[in-house]
């Protein structure tokens, strides 16, 4: 089974451009998990999506959107592209087989961005 | 989500056990500990999670205190390729709910040959 892959894996902006980062779940996988990881914050959680809808969010300015199609393929916007946005970006998916499911997730390879 | 310490960094030789520990002294009845190790630049890798009885699988196992207050990792034949950071992580839910995962900054493992 295919794993979680993200594309790009390396993009280069600027400063005030708006950027698209693609997710593509495990088959079969239906939440999708985004994550900002940097040197200074480490690991920290953007938003869920599950069946195409928005269930959780991190504490991230509006700046940063998200969205899932009803393939559960998910993708996520950053507008006005600042500095501190260079990070990698993961992506992690998982069954989500029930409620009180413990099934893990697997998380993609990242996407790296680098704001200049 | 219950918080976790983990020592910043340990060494390991290779071919020896690696046991990695963890404390979550806030830990409630209805949270699991996972563990996951993120090889420099790659995405998370999942290792084991546990509830309150002891785990293995063929990655690693988890040793869980009776009082679940703390956990320990084992690597029982640690190579090169282990050289990883090394996550504990509390969670009731396996996205970590409202919050997803909180990673914390891990054990930086380093396997030497």
């Known amino acids: 089974k295919a794993g979680v892959t993200q594309t790009p894996r390396y993009l280069i902006k600027t400063r005030g451009q708006q950027v698209t980062l693609s997710c593509s779940p495990i088959?079969?996988?239906?939440?999708v998990s985004w994550y900002q990881q940097t040197p200074g914050q480490g690991l920290q959680f953007l938003f869920e999506?599950?069946?195409?809808?928005?269930?959780n969010k991190g504490n991230f300015p509006g700046r940063f959107s998200g969205r899932q199609f009803s393939n559960s393929r998910s993708e996520m916007n950053v507008s006005t592209l600042e500095l501190g946005d260079s990070a990698l970006y993961l992506c992690?998916?998982?069954?989500?087989?029930?409620?009180?499911?413990?099934?893990?997730?697997?998380f993609g390879p990242g996407t790296r961005l680098t704001v200049l | 989500d219950a918080k976790t310490t983990q020592p910043p960094s340990m060494d390991c030789a290779e071919g020896r056990a690696a046991n990695l520990p963890c404390n979550h002294s806030t830990i409630s009845g209805n949270e699991y500990v996972y563990w996951y190790r993120q090889i420099h630049s790659q995405g998370p890798q999942y290792i084991i999670h546990g509830l309150k009885n002891n785990e293995t699988n063929e990655m690693a196992s988890l040793i869980i205190t009776e009082d679940r207050k703390s956990s320990t990792l084992i690597l029982p034949h640690a190579t090169l390729r282990d050289t990883a950071v090394y996550y504990c992580i509390v969670s009731a839910y396996s996205g970590g709910g409202a919050d997803g995962l909180t990673f914390g900054k891990g054990t930086h493992l380093i396997i030497q040959p």
């Open positions: 088959s079969g996988h239906r939440s």
């Open positions: 999506y599950f069946s195409e809808t928005q269930r």
């Open positions: 992690a998916s998982q069954p989500l087989l029930g409620l009180g499911s413990t099934d893990t997730q697997y």
